[in-house]
C-alpha cells in the first residue's frame, strides 16, 4: 500500500515509478479521488460545528420562552443530522475508493534496481560454483520414476495433474531437507521457528498483496479461508494490527510448511515434474526490521538461503531482478538459480524480496521507539530458504550416478540415517 501524501507530493515520480513496474499511471485518479474525500471531511465537519451552535440555540429559545423558534430550530437541527449522516457516508465510501484503487498498485523499484520489463532484463550478480558437464543429464522425473520412488500416476489419481507421490528415501529424503533448512536457520542464523496455520482469513493474504489483484492464483475453501501461497502470509502476519518496541527489532522468522498455489498464469509450463505444483512445501525466511535497517537486511537474508546451496554442493547464481520482473509488493529482489543439469539451465529456488513498508501499511503494523511518541510503519523482507521440492530436484539431476542411483551430500548424512546414497527400490 502506497502513502497518498507521497503520491501528492511527487505525482510525476509516482507515475514514473508505476511505468518502471509496467502499471499506468494512477497519479491523478488517486488525487482525485483523495480530494474529494477531504472534501466530504469538511462538509461533515462544518455541518457538525452548525449542528452544535444550533443545539445552543434551542436551548436559548426554549430559555426566553420562544417555543416557535425552539421548534424550527429542532426541524434544521433534524435537517443537519441527515445532511452530516450523508457527508460521513460519502467520506466513508470515498476512503474504501481510495484504499481499493491503493492496494492493487505494485510497490516501487528501489534506484538500484534496473529497469526492464521481464527476467530477459535481469542482472547476474554472481555465480558460485562450476557448473557441471553431464553427458546425456537425466531430468529429475525420469531419475525419480527410473527408482521407483517418484509417483506421477498415483498423484494424479488422487488429485490431478501437478501433484506427486514421494515414496521410500525420497520421501525421506525431501523431509531430510525441510529439518536441515529448519535446523540451520534457527541454530545458526538466529531465525525463530513458528508452525504456523495454512488457512488464513481475507486480511491475512491482504496484508501481504496476494488480495485482491492475485485472487486466480489462490486456493480458497467453501468456508471462506484461503489456503497459504506461502509461509510469508502467516509469518509477515504476526506482528498485523501491532505496536513492537523497536528494541525487539528486529524479527526473525522461519517456517517450513505446506504451500498451495493454482498456477493460473503456468498453462503448458513445466508440466512434468516436481518444478511447478499445485502443492509444495518450502522453508520461508521473513524478517520483519526498522526502516534504516532494510537494505542490510536483504543482503543478510539472501545470505541465508544461499548458505544452504553451498552446503549441499549445488552451482547457483544470484540474480538481480528488474523493475517489470519484480513481485508485487516488492521493493527488490534476488533471485538464486540453482544449476539443473537435466534442463541445462539455472531455475529459480529462491526469492529474496525488501518491501519497505508496503505490507506494514496493508497490515497497520508498526514500531516505536522508546523515546518517541510516534510509531512508524516496520519494514519487511521475505525469502525461500529454500523450496523443497526444488532443492530435491537439484540433488537428483546434480548428484545422479551411471548406476541410477543418487548420492546424498554429506550434509545430509544425519538426516537420513547415515545413508550415503538412493538406489532402485527392488
Known amino acids: 500500500m502506497h502513502d497518498i501524501n507521497l503520491v501528492r507530493d511527487n505525482p510525476q515520480a509516482f507515475d514514473a515509478a508505476l511505468k518502471q513496474r509496467n502499471a499506468a499511471p494512477a497519479a491523478a485518479a488517486l488525487i482525485a ?11 461533515a465537519q462544518a455541518l457538525q460545528t452548525t449542528r452544535n451552535e444550533t443545539s445552543k ?75 557441471a558437464g553431464i553427458n546425456n543429464a537425466a531430468q529429475h522425473f525420469e531419475i525419480g520414476e527410473a527408482l521407483g520412488q517418484m509417483d506421477f500416476e498415483a498423484a494424479a489419481a488422487l488429485s490431478g495433474s501437478r501433484f506427486v507421490v514421494l515414496r521410500h528415501d525420497l520421501a525421506r529424503l525431501e523431509r531430510a531437507l525441510g ?75 522461519t517456517a517450513w510448511t505446506p504451500c498451495f498455489r493454482s498456477e493460473a498464469g503456468a498453462a503448458g509450463r513445466d508440466t512434468r515434474g516436481m518444478i ?41 547464481r544470484v540474480m538481480l531482478l528488474c523493475a517489470g520482473d519484480m513481485g508485487f509488493s516488492a521493493r527488490k529482489t534476488y533471485d538464486l538459480e540453482v544449476w539443473l543439469p537435466g534442463q541445462n539451465s539455472y ?41 523443497v521440492g526444488r532443492t530435491l530436484v537439484a540433488l537428483l539431476e546434480n548428484y545422479h550416478q551411471e548406476d541410477g542411483s543418487v548420492l546424498i551430500p554429506e550434509a545430509l548424512h544425519p538426516y537420513m540415517g547415515g545413508r550415503t546414497k538412493i538406489e532402485v527400490v527392488k
Open 33 to 43: 479521488c483523495d480530494d474529494a474525500r477531504k472534501a466530504a471531511i469538511a462538509k
Open 57 to 131: 440555540k434551542i436551548g436559548q429559545a426554549k430559555g426566553a420562552g420562544d417555543d416557535a423558534t425552539a421548534e424550527a430550530l429542532m426541524a434544521e437541527v433534524a435537517d443537519l443530522k441527515s445532511a452530516l449522516q450523508a457527508a460521513e457516508d460519502d467520506e466513508r465510501k470515498l476512503k474504501a475508493e481510495l484504499e481499493a484503487a491503493l492496494s492493487v498498485l505494485p510497490n516501487i523499484a528501489l534506484p538500484d534496481v534496473p529497469e526492464g520489463l521481464d527476467e530477459a532484463d535481469n542482472l547476474e550478480v554472481r555465480q558460485v560454483g562450476a557448473v
Open 179 to 253: 529439518n536441515f533448512m529448519l535446523d540451520l536457520h534457527t541454530s545458526e542464523f538466529g531465525y525463530t521457528e513458528v508452525n504456523p496455520p495454512v488457512l488464513v482469513r481475507d486480511d491475512a493474504v491482504y496484508g501481504t498483496g496476494q488480495l485482491p489483484k492475485f485472487t486466480e492464483d489462490l486456493f480458497r475453501t467453501e468456508n471462506g479461508y484461503w489456503l497459504t501461497p506461502t509461509a510469508e502470509v502467516t509469518l509477515t502476519n504476526l506482528v498485523r494490527a501491532q505496536i513492537t518496541d523497536a528494541a525487539d527489532l528486529p524479527l526473525r522468522f
Open 276 to 316: 511447478r505444483q499445485h502443492q509444495f512445501s518450502k522453508v520461508e525466511l521473513v524478517s520483519i526490521v526498522e526502516p534504516d535497517d532494510g537494505e542490510a537486511e536483504l543482503e543478510r537474508l539472501t545470505a541465508c538461503a544461499e548458505e544452504v546451496l553451498k552446503r549441499l554442493g549445488l552451482s547457483y
Open 347 to 387: 531455475r529459480e529456488i529462491s526469492s529474496c524480496s525488501y518491501c519497505g513498508d508496503f505490507q506494514g501499511r496493508r497490515m497497520n503494523a508498526r514500531f516505536r521507539n522508546a523515546d518517541a511518541k510516534s510509531t512508524q510503519y516496520v519494514h519487511t523482507l521475505n525469502g525461500s530458504g529454500l523450496a
